[in-house]
């Protein structure tokens, strides 16, 4: 009978479906808070089983929660790499770069004038983001220079150190929806997520559906998460209103409390198949 540790932050819907699907596949489930761990750096196992899935949403505490555990020597899903990766979206980009994965154009700037220049040189609108950040907080779009002024300064003259990154991308002038594609070693499904906003995420009112993944989509989906390491992953695709696809940003805890009953994706099925058939 296979076992499998779990951690979590707070057992949300997303949890608690997982859990249950594990255990239909007659899987015996370990919960583990991530707040109760503590893990010393020596490479006695951490538990009976050798395969963990990582579900902290804390991105803090789950890329030290996956590297210690990996020292230990167990294959956690997401690994530490591919968390880190996708926790921080200047990272990310690196890695697609780095693969050659067909997304907008981006670059970082560490100071307020040279970001600024750089944004006139290559004109406007552009979107600048935190590096770090989820659910499309902080995220801006700026069309002049008055407004990349005052955004800029609140970016540079607030916070500390890794708050004084500016990531800045292209903007892709999308037909009112974006694209979110599961990749869990292969693409297994998508959702399009609708919005008269221009950030379309659904933790900002966008409305998901379910759509059918075309054959293009989801190579470029799965280029992605090969390029970040990642097992289980939600690819994020901009469409522009000509069919051009980009990726836009990978998310290494999947969420889909707001989109399962509304897609009809099985995805807490399709997590503990992948869990069990990629497990040691």
Known sequence: MATIDLVYTRLRAEERLIHDALRRRDCVVHMHQDADLVLSLDKRPWSQSDTVL???MSFTRARYLATFLEVKGARVLNSARAISTCGDKALTSAALAARGVRQPWSFVAFDEEACLAEIERRGYPVVTK??????GRMVARIDSRSAAEGILSTRFG??????HVALVQQYIDK??????VYVMGR???GMRRRSEHWITNTARGAVPERYEVPAAHAK???????????????VDLLETREGEVYVNE???????GRSIELTGIPLPDLIAEHVLGVRR
Do not use: K
């Open 220 to 234: 470029l989906a799965e280029e992605a998460a090969a390029a970040v390491g990642g097992d289980i992953v939600a």
């Open 187 to 189: 693409a297994v499904g």
């Open 250 to 256: 990978l998310n290494h805890c999947v969420e889909f």
């Open 158 to 163: 607030t916070g500390g150190a890794q708050d």
């Open 130 to 135: 935190p590096v770090l950040g989820s659910w």
């Open 54 to 56: 990582m579900r902290s």
């Open 175 to 180: 037909p009112g929806y974006d694209l979110r």
